[in-house]
């Protein structure tokens, strides 16, 4: 088992910036790519962006120039960079890992989510 800690949500102005964390923990190898999903009420849940193990990145259209994605593998950490926010923003963000067991995938770990809100 894998789990997730997010931290850095909160309140900030349209054009502000925020910085969310995700640790992991347990059975860290098993790790693979890790992400940011986001969530707004009565909607599904839309991949922000996401890192693999080598450093490949890959962004939703609507964050690409604005949100950068990184990871420490040594401390098995994700840290989404969100700058010049727009209230359509404004979302439960939860991050995600892949999980691999002798090549086979296990069910995804997820944090608890980190609310995001950005006034206008």
């Known amino acids: 088992q894998v789990q997730l800690a997010e931290s850095g949500g909160g309140l900030v102005q349209a054009g502000g910036s925020l910085r969310l964390s995700c640790v992991g923990s347990?059975?860290?190898?098993?790790?693979?790519?890790m992400g940011w999903y986001r969530q707004t009420p009565g909607k599904q849940r839309e991949m922000v962006a996401t890192i693999s193990t080598n450093g490949t990145t890959n962004y939703a259209d609507s964050v690409k120039g604005r949100f950068t994605i990184s990871r420490d593998n040594a401390k098995n950490t994700v840290v989404l960079q969100m700058n010049s926010l727009k209230p359509e923003d404004t979302a439960v963000y939860y991050c995600?890992?892949?999980?691999?067991?002798?090549?086979?995938?296990?069910?995804?770990?997820w944090g608890q989510g980190t609310q995001v809100t950005v006034s206008s």
């Open positions: 995600n890992a892949v999980r691999l067991v002798f090549g086979r995938r296990m069910n995804d770990a």
């Open positions: 347990g059975s860290t190898s098993s790790i693979r790519t």
